[in-house]
């Protein structure tokens, strides 16, 4: 019962232009959204996140945007950059506990 | 200055054997977890701890214990170690009233 859904395994991205990850969730209790990024044997670091009483969330070339009636979130990276490349997870908390997707592989090509 | 730190990094050992990962965190938070990263890559909570006292525990089997001695710090002992049980494992910190989580480096089992 996946309550989190990151439906694109993989995205490929110029450099320069702009990278939009989604992702879906289906429990309505979920109160509160963050996206994590990861490197390849390390540990995800904490990138953005957002209230559910908010739509929008924007730290530096980070967007991220809610849409609580779609029960769907967007990270928004612009301009992406060859260092951007990373899994992203996606993350929902019901005040209790996060519960992550599967991850989006991002791949930046300069 | 390493914030949440996890030893070994890699753990190679055998089907039945017992066996421990540490974790450690020098951010003062209150709230220690477990995840375990599967195959299918999903990051699944196990354990939270709050100031040493368990507060999740997601239907994990009793061969997983994890033991807090004081808040910075959250061990996870595994016995009679199986297949499945190879995975990533990921320790995380927070403070209260906070969400947002921070993890350790992940400490890779392999059992054979």
């Known amino acids: 019962d996946q309550q989190v859904k990151q439906n694109s395994p993989s995205l490929s991205v110029q450099e320069g232009r702009i990278s939009i990850l989604n992702c879906d969730y289906t429990n309505s209790m979920f109160d509160y959204f963050l996206w994590y990024k990861k490197y390849p044997a390390e540990g995800p670091t904490f990138l953005i996140s957002i209230s ?8 530096g070339r980070f967007t991220v945007f809610l849409n609580k009636s779609a029960k769907h979130l967007s990270l928004h990276i612009v301009p992406s950059q060859p260092g951007d490349s990373a899994v992203y997870f996606c993350a929902a908390s019901d005040g209790n506990k996060l519960v992550f997707g599967a991850g989006t592989i991002l791949r930046v090509k300069s | 200055d390493t914030a949440v730190s996890q030893t ?9 054997n017992d066996k ?3 974790c450690e965190q020098n951010l003062g938070h209150d709230t220690m977890y477990w995840y375990k990263q599967d195959s299918k890559k999903f990051l699944k909570i196990m354990f939270s701890y709050n100031n040493k006292e368990l507060i999740i525990n997601e239907t994990v089997p009793n061969r997983f214990s994890p033991k807090s001695p004081d808040k910075a710090h959250l061990n996870l002992h595994i016995n009679s170690l199986e297949l499945g049980d190879s995975a990533v494992y990921f320790c995380a910190s927070s403070s209260p009233r906070t969400y947002e989580q921070y993890f350790g480096p992940g400490t890779r089992l392999t059992v054979t």
């Open chain 2, 8 to 16: 070994p990094k890699y753990l190679v050992t055998q089907m039945g």
């Open chain 1, 52 to 59: 559910s009483i908010k739509d929008k969330n924007e730290d």
């Open chain 2, 20 to 22: 421990s990962i540490k």
